[in-house]
């Protein structure tokens, strides 16, 4: 993919007369993708040359392609076209009664954080705390990124982590916390303003929901590795449909349910009740980012939050946007690391007895539908791009290589924490 030929993602408001805006500017991309919103709710992805991503173009192509959707929605609050602004019915306007925790994990990445922490600044909910985790930092430079924000706007505090793991940093973030809902994102997101809104709403929605994740829409497409993490990750990244999820539900006629990677959601846009997660007991600190398993607590967390008896709400309106690695190397890392994390949360299952079964009676489906994901993954991308060579095969090799390291990160939790997990 060249700069001429880049993805500008963006979104579009029907009741706004504002033009697209994204997160990233459209200069050097020939195609934008849209997402189109009404009152705040996503309705779906509209894309179309660059140069036709206008609102007069906009309007007809998305009541033609979401007139359903459309008028359910206008219907609930009791409104008609031509899209007047929220009314007091909107079911996308929430009361912030509830205290919300918004933790941020970061490690050493003081530039990429401050852009995050700009977006954290412009949230609508009224009752937050933003809490900046600094995981096993080498200098002090997160903290005084920080230490200005919290300067100006009170919202914001520091704590420092000093075990290194992402899990390690979320379970500090969830000894911090004081809001009745705790709320996770990670320092290379950009949050929607109304992003804490959405997550309220998927509480309020059903009183057994537990866990609550979002859309975590791409912020852009400037070459093939993100064009191939796009496609790979449409699991989350492009529902625009709310779901619930619990384990008597519709999505149990699944065969892989409830171990199956990216249906949740992902965890750079998840949150909790937060004296649910503390019963739990928090993350497992031998999985995620920063451990040798690298990754696997977010679905681990979610698997846990089901087999507790509470529900899992995705709700596309708490939006977020996501820059995915641009370069072939870092691809590659993540790719392992997808591999290392899900193999790891398997290998968990297997050692204990309550999963144990489910899971084994899982793995050859889990398995074909593995090789299924190369093909749908490879449908969804574009004529002029290639999968960045090496992409399925270190995920293999992660898959392969995550058993050992999880006993090896086990072990090395148990010491860090003091032979207590």
Known sequence: MTASTGTWC??????????????TPSAGSGTARVLVRLHGDPLGYLTLPLAEATAEALLPAAE???GDRIAAHLAAEGIARPYPPAGPGCPNRVEGDELVSVVVCTRDRAGQLADCLD????LSYPRLEILVVDNAPSDDSTRRVVDAVAAADPRFRYAEEPRPGLSAARNRGLAEARGTYLAYTDDDVSVDPRWVDGLV???RENPDVGCVTGLVATAQISGAAEEYFDARAASWSTRCEPQLFALDGAAADDPLFPYSPGLF???????FDREHLLA????????GAGTLTRGGEDLDIFVRVLRSGRAIAYQPAALVWHHHRADDAGLLRQMFGYGTGLSAFMTKCLLQAGTRREVLVRVPLGLR???AIRSTTEERLTEATAAPRGAMLHELLGLLAG???YLRARRAARVAAGGGR
């Open 10 to 23: 963006c979104e579009w408001e029907l009741a706004d007369s504002a033009p697209p805006r994204g997160v």
């Open 64 to 66: 033609a392609e979401f």
């Open 119 to 122: 977006r954290l600044r412009e």
């Open 201 to 203: 709403r998927g509480f």
């Open 265 to 271: 959601g992902t965890g750079a846009a998840m949150a």
């Open 280 to 287: 739990l007991g928090g993350f497992d600190e031998a999985l």
């Open 369 to 371: 539908r593995m090789t």
């Open 403 to 405: 058993p050992v390291l």
